[in-house]
């Protein structure tokens, strides 16, 4: 069984970068799609992109696409996301998550999810 811990977020000014990275214990990581979503006061959990298990097909939210990216090292147990031109609409917090085998954009068929960590885009 995987389980993932994120790293920090933070605050970061618009028009800024962050990545945020998802480690991953186990010895099963490569066997799951990866994804990361999230979700703003108020609303319903979004997703953001995710990465098939070799990292040769990757998925993306309407709303990141152009912006960031993803990448995983299965030799590493990680997955990274990296956000580029931020805004504050982009305030949330962001979760990585694991689908076994295949990946979706819908949260429900995540079996496995991290924590979450704090990113604010001031106005």
């Known amino acids: 069984q995987v389980q993932l811990v994120e790293s920090e977020g933070g605050l970061v000014q618009a028009g800024g970068s962050l990545r945020l990275s998802c480690a991953a214990s186990?010895?099963?990581?490569?066997?799951?799609?990866m994804g990361w979503f999230r979700q703003a006061p108020g609303k319903e959990r979004e997703f953001v992109i995710a990465i098939s298990r070799t990292g040769g097909s990757i998925l993306y939210g309407n709303s990141v696409k152009g912006r960031f990216t993803i990448s995983r090292d299965n030799a590493k147990n990680t997955v990274d996301l990296q956000m580029n031109s931020l805004k504050p609409e982009d305030t949330a917090v962001y979760y990585c998550?694991?689908?076994?085998?295949?990946?979706?954009?819908?949260?429900?068929?995540?079996?496995?999810w991290g924590q979450g960590t704090q990113v604010t885009v001031p106005s």
């Open positions: 998550a694991a689908r076994y085998y295949g990946g979706s954009t819908k949260p429900r068929q995540y079996a496995i």
């Open positions: 186990g010895r099963t990581f490569s066997n799951y799609a």
